[in-house]
C-alpha cells in the first residue's frame, strides 16, 4: 500500500511538472499571432479631448486590426522574445547588479520615465501626492518617486543609488534644486547613500555655474551630470546632453502611432502655434508665411504674450495642428532646443528648424561644430534644418510637389527614428549608470 501511494504521488507530481512547463509555453511564447491594434494608452493623461478627437480612428483600428508598421513577422517574433524576457526579468530581480532610485523634482522627470523609459506610474493620477514606479534595464532595477510629497527628510531611504532630476532653469528653480542637492550631498556623506547623478534642466543660457560646486570632480558628490541644452561642459565622460523632450509640464501625452496619423492626407502644408516675441526671427517668420499666401495653407496662431497654462481647448487646437500638418514650424526662442521639436516627432509631422546659435553661453563651436542642437544632429535627426527663415518659401513649394505615398514613407522614417532615439538613449543612460556605479564600487 505504501509503495502504491508512493507511484501516485509521483505520478502526480510528474503531472503538475508537465503542466506547468505547458502553461510557461504559452505564456511567453504561445501568444496570438495577429499585431495587436493601437490602444489608447497612446494619449494617457490630460488628454481627454485628444481622445474624443481620435474615437474615429480607434474604431477603424479595431475592425482592421492594423499593424502600424505593416510589420515582418521576424521583428514581431523578436519582440514577443524581448517581451518574454522581460516577464522573466522582473520575476527574478534577485539577478539584477544594481538598484537606482529616480528622484523626479522637475517636470523632465516624466519625459524620461514615462516616454524614455516608457514606464508607468501609480497612481495614474497626474495631481496625486506621491507617484511610483519600477523598470528593469540591462543589470538595473530603477524605481522612480514623484510628486509633492517626496520632500526632503519627509521619505524613507532605502536605496544606496540616486539619480535626482533638478530644474535650473531660473533663480528660484536653482535655489530649490540646491537645497536638494546639500540634502542629497549629506547623504552621501553620512554613508546613507553611495553614488549619486543628476539630470539638469539647465539654464536656457547654459549659465549652470551654481551646480558646479557639487561636481565629484570639484570635492562634491554628483558623479555624472545629464544636462539639457548644449553646454560647453559636456564631455562625455561626467558631463552628458540630455533631450529635451515634450512639455510633461503640460501633461503631453505619450502618443501612439494610428493608422490615419500616417496614411490620411493632411489638410495642412505645416503650423505654428506660438508666441511671437518682439524684434525676433518669429517675427520674419509670420512675415514670410504672408508671402504667396502661404499663411492660408499653414495653421498658424501667433500671441504676443507666453501662456504657460493651457486650457483644453488650447491643448486640443495644438495636438490637432500637429495631427493635421505636414511640416511643423520651430524657430528658436531664449534656445534653439524647443518641445515642439519633440512633439511634432511624437506626430509624424516633420520639425522644420532654425538652426541657429542664440545668445548666451551654449555651444561651443571649436569643440561641438554641429551645435545647436548636438544630441540630436549626433543621432541623424531626420528633420529640416534652415540658417534662415526667408529659405521657407522654397520648403514649402517642394513641398507642395509631394505625394502621399512620398509623405507616407516619411512620417514611418520620422517616427521609426523618435523611437530608436528614445530607445538609444535609455540604454545609453543605463550603461553610463552602471559603469559608473559598479566602477566605483569595485574601486
Same mark, same amino acid.
Given at each position: 500500500?505504501?509503495?502504491?501511494?508512493?507511484?501516485?504521488?509521483?505520478?502526480?507530481?510528474?503531472?503538475?511538472? &508537465?503542466?506547468?512547463?505547458? %502553461?510557461?509555453?504559452?505564456?511567453?511564447? #504561445? /501568444?496570438?499571432?495577429? *499585431?495587436?491594434?493601437?490602444?489608447?494608452?497612446? &494619449?494617457?493623461?490630460?488628454? %481627454?479631448?485628444?481622445?474624443?478627437?481620435? #474615437? /474615429?480612428?480607434?474604431? *477603424?483600428?479595431?475592425?482592421?486590426?492594423?499593424?502600424?508598421?505593416?510589420?515582418?513577422?521576424?521583428?514581431?517574433?523578436?519582440?514577443?522574445?524581448?517581451?518574454?524576457l522581460q516577464i522573466v526579468n522582473k520575476s527574478t530581480k534577485g539577478k539584477t547588479e544594481l538598484s537606482v532610485q529616480i528622484w523626479g523634482k522637475a517636470a523632465?522627470?516624466?519625459?524620461?520615465?514615462?516616454?524614455?523609459?516608457?514606464?508607468?506610474?501609480?497612481?495614474?493620477?497626474?495631481?496625486?501626492?506621491?507617484?511610483?514606479?519600477?523598470?528593469?534595464?540591462?543589470?538595473?532595477?530603477?524605481?522612480?518617486?514623484?510628486?509633492?510629497?517626496?520632500?526632503?527628510?519627509y521619505f524613507s531611504i532605502d536605496v544606496n543609488n540616486v539619480v535626482l532630476i533638478l530644474n535650473g532653469r531660473e533663480k528660484t528653480k536653482v535655489f530649490y534644486a540646491t537645497q536638494w542637492l546639500l540634502y542629497a550631498q549629506n547623504l552621501v556623506q553620512t554613508q546613507k547613500l553611495q553614488h549619486l547623478a543628476v539630470v539638469l534642466l539647465g539654464n536656457e543660457h547654459c549659465n549652470n555655474e551654481w551646480i558646479s560646486q557639487f561636481l565629484k570632480r570639484n570635492g562634491g558628490s554628483v558623479e555624472l551630470l545629464f544636462i539639457i541644452y548644449d553646454s560647453p561642459w559636456i564631455n562625455e565622460v561626467d558631463v552628458f546632453q540630455w533631450p529635451l523632450g515634450v512639455a510633461t509640464y503640460r501633461n503631453f501625452p505619450v502618443v501612439e502611432a494610428s493608422w490615419s496619423m500616417l496614411h490620411d492626407e493632411r489638410p495642412y502644408l505645416c503650423n505654428f502655434l506660438g508666441t511671437v516675441y518682439e524684434n525676433s526671427s518669429r517675427q520674419a517668420?509670420?512675415?514670410?508665411?504672408?508671402?504667396?499666401?502661404?499663411?492660408?495653407?499653414?495653421?498658424?496662431?501667433?500671441?504676443?504674450?507666453?501662456?504657460?497654462?493651457?486650457?483644453?481647448?488650447?491643448?486640443?487646437?495644438?495636438?490637432?495642428?500637429?495631427?493635421?500638418?505636414?511640416?511643423?514650424?520651430?524657430?528658436?526662442?531664449?534656445?534653439?532646443?524647443?518641445?515642439?521639436?519633440?512633439?511634432?516627432c511624437s506626430y509624424g509631422s516633420i520639425p522644420v528648424v532654425e538652426d541657429v546659435m542664440t545668445p548666451g553661453g551654449c555651444g561651443n563651436t571649436s569643440v561641438h561644430h554641429s551645435a545647436p542642437l548636438q544630441l540630436l544632429k549626433s543621432m541623424g535627426a531626420p528633420f529640416i534644418f534652415i540658417k534662415n527663415w526667408k529659405e521657407l518659401p522654397a520648403v514649402l513649394e517642394q513641398e507642395k510637389t509631394i505625394i502621399l505615398r512620398e509623405k507616407i514613407q516619411r512620417r514611418k522614417m520620422l517616427l521609426r527614428w523618435y523611437q530608436h532615439f528614445k530607445t538609444e538613449l535609455k540604454m545609453r543612460f543605463t550603461d553610463i549608470i552602471e559603469s559608473t556605479f559598479l566602477m566605483n564600487n569595485k574601486g
Open positions: 500500500m505504501r509503495l502504491t501511494r508512493k507511484r501516485l504521488c509521483s505520478f502526480l507530481i510528474a503531472l503538475y511538472c &508537465l503542466f506547468s512547463l505547458y %502553461a510557461a509555453y504559452h505564456v511567453f511564447f #504561445g /501568444r496570438r499571432r495577429r *499585431a495587436p491594434a493601437a490602444s489608447p494608452r497612446g &494619449l494617457r493623461k490630460g488628454a %481627454a479631448p485628444a481622445l474624443e478627437r481620435r #474615437g /474615429r480612428e480607434q474604431s *477603424a483600428l479595431e475592425s482592421e486590426e492594423w499593424n502600424p508598421w505593416e510589420g515582418d513577422e521576424k521583428n514581431e517574433q523578436q519582440h514577443r522574445f524581448k517581451t518574454s523632465i522627470g516624466l519625459y524620461l520615465w514615462e516616454h524614455i523609459f516608457e514606464g508607468v506610474l501609480d497612481p495614474t493620477d497626474v495631481t496625486a501626492q506621491w507617484r511610483e514606479g519600477n523598470s528593469i534595464v540591462g543589470r538595473t532595477q530603477f524605481s522612480f518617486i514623484t510628486g509633492p510629497a517626496v520632500v526632503p527628510g517668420l509670420m512675415e514670410i508665411l504672408k508671402q504667396d499666401g502661404n499663411d492660408k495653407l499653414c495653421w498658424v496662431t501667433a500671441r504676443e504674450q507666453w501662456q504657460p497654462q493651457e486650457t483644453n481647448e488650447s491643448f486640443k487646437n495644438y495636438q490637432d495642428a500637429l495631427l493635421q500638418s505636414d511640416l511643423t514650424l520651430c524657430p528658436a526662442g531664449v534656445n534653439t532646443e524647443s518641445y515642439r521639436i519633440y512633439e511634432a
